[in-house]
T-cell receptor
C-alpha cells in the first residue's frame, strides 16, 4: 500500500504475556519511528531506526521493550511480560532521511494494545 | 528540536477561518516549522511545513513571521472534520524523531 501499515489494529493480551507489533513503512523511507500514546496523553517517543545505523533506543521505558528492523524495511516492536501500564496505542511512522528538516513523517493508524 | 508554545485549546465556528498560533522564539536558522494534526482515534497526519516563506497547500496555509519566532496555521474554512489536536514542531534534520508537545485542541462548532 501507499501508506504506513500497522498490524494488528487491536490486540488484547493477558498480563505477563509477550506481544509483537508490526510496522510496514512506506517503500523507500529509511527512517522509522515508534511512539506510544496512552489514553488522553501525548505521543511518547520510543525508538528510532535510520538506515544501517544503530537504533536510538533512548525512549524505551524498560528492558521489556525491544524492536528490530529487518532488511531496512519491516519493523517489529516486542513487549515482554506485558503489564497493565503498557496498555496504549502504539504508533509507527516513517520518513525519508535527509540533511535538512524539510521532510514529513507519515504515521500508521496504530495498534491499540490492551493488557488485562 | 527547539521548543514550541501553543494554546491548549481553541474553538471555532464551522465554515469560519481558524488561526492557530505557535511561538518558537529559540528557533535556529536551519529549523523547519512543521504542523501535524491528530484526529480522534487516528494517528498523526502531516499538514504543512515551511522555512521562511508562507506556504499554501490543499489542507491549510502557513504564515511565518519575518523574524521566524512565531507562525500561524490557517484553516480557511473550518469543518467539523477539522476538529483535532494540532501540533507545531520544529525540525532541523530529516529523519530524526519528531518531538510532540501537547498541541492545541481545536473544537469546531456547527
Amino acid at each position: 500500500g501507499a501508506g504506513v501499515s500497522q498490524s494488528p489494529s487491536n490486540k488484547v493480551t493477558e498480563k505477563g504475556k509477550d506481544v509483537e507489533l508490526r510496522c510496514d513503512p512506506i517503500s523507500g523511507h529509511t527512517a522509522l519511528y515508534w511512539y506510544r500514546q496512552s489514553l488522553g496523553q501525548g505521543l511518547e517517543f520510543l525508538i528510532y531506526f535510520q538506515g544501517n545505523s544503530a537504533p536510538d533506543k533512548s525512549g524505551l521505558p524498560s528492558d521489556r521493550f525491544s524492536a528490530e528492523r529487518t532488511g531496512g524495511s519491516v519493523s517489529t516492536l516486542t513487549i515482554q511480560r506485558t503489564q497493565q501500564e503498557d496498555s496504549a496505542v502504539y504508533l509507527c511512522a516513517s520518513s525519508l532521511a535527509t540533511g535538512s528538516g524539510s521532510v514529513a513523517a507519515f504515521f500508521g493508524q496504530g495498534t491499540r494494545l490492551t493488557v488485562v | 528540536d527547539a521548543k514550541t508554545t501553543q494554546p491548549n485549546s481553541m474553538e471555532s465556528n464551522e465554515e469560519e477561518p481558524v488561526h492557530l498560533p505557535c511561538n518558537h522564539s529559540t528557533i535556529s536558522g536551519t529549523d523547519y516549522i512543521h504542523w501535524y494534526r491528530q484526529l480522534p482515534s487516528q494517528g498523526p497526519e502531516y499538514v504543512i511545513h515551511g522555512l521562511t516563506s508562507n506556504v499554501n497547500n490543499r489542507m491549510a496555509s502557513l504564515a511565518i513571521a519575518e523574524d521566524r519566532k512565531s507562525s500561524t496555521l490557517i484553516l480557511h474554512r473550518a469543518t467539523l472534520r477539522d476538529a483535532a489536536v494540532y501540533y507545531c514542531i520544529l525540525r532541523d534534520v530529516g529523519g530524526t524523531p519528531l518531538v510532540f508537545g501537547k498541541g492545541t485542541r481545536l473544537s469546531v462548532i456547527a
